[in-house]
């Protein structure tokens, strides 16, 4: 379990220095645009008297490797778990770059863990989206609602441009 620095539930979580970098680092990976409306969206977040108690948006991948993304596409088929993406390694927005135009967020909560809400992955998609409008968000979508993942569209291949 991730360690906290703020165990207090009256108060905002706080990351590590560790945990810091490894966002920071993140962060770096992802196109310019996303970086700067994840930044927006998170400094408004965490100036909202409300909101930045409930947790803290962190993001949880940017790149990955094809193998990586092999991984996931296995979790619910041939490995136990849940699906969680269907897109296989190449094939996914987190596979470009970096820069890489995809970022999946969750949320550190005050007693170290972590959360996908859906409820808190809505909220933090409107900050997104009004950060820039060419944001879009998973949740959004009508097949797979993939709540944790953020996109800017690119020119690419064919199909939804998604992923």
């Not at 990976?29 to 409930?54: F, I, M, S």
């Not at 699906?83 to 596979?95: A, L, P």
Request: glycine share 10%.
């Amino acid at each position: 379990m991730p360690r906290v620095l703020s165990g207090r539930l009256d108060q905002p979580p706080r990351l590590t220095v560790k945990q810091l970098a490894a966002q920071a680092q993140r962060l770096n990976q992802a196109v310019p645009y996303l970086a700067a409306a994840y930044r927006q969206a998170l400094n408004r977040w965490q100036g909202d008297p409300v909101l930045r108690l409930t947790g803290r948006p962190i993001i949880t991948e940017c790149y990955r490797s094809s193998e990586r993304q092999n991984e996931l596409f296995a979790l619910g088929r041939s490995k136990p778990g849940l699906i969680v993406t269907y897109k296989r390694g190449g094939d996914s927005k987190h596979n470009q770059g970096p820069p890489t135009p995809a970022i999946d967020v969750a949320f550190q909560l005050a007693d170290g863990s972590v959360s996908w809400s859906g409820l808190l992955l809505s909220k933090f998609a409107r900050l997104m989206k009004a950060a820039d409008a060419r944001v879009v968000w998973g949740g959004d979508w009508v097949t797979f609602k993939d709540r944790p993942h953020f996109e800017v569209l690119t020119a690419g291949k064919g199909g939804d441009k998604r992923g």
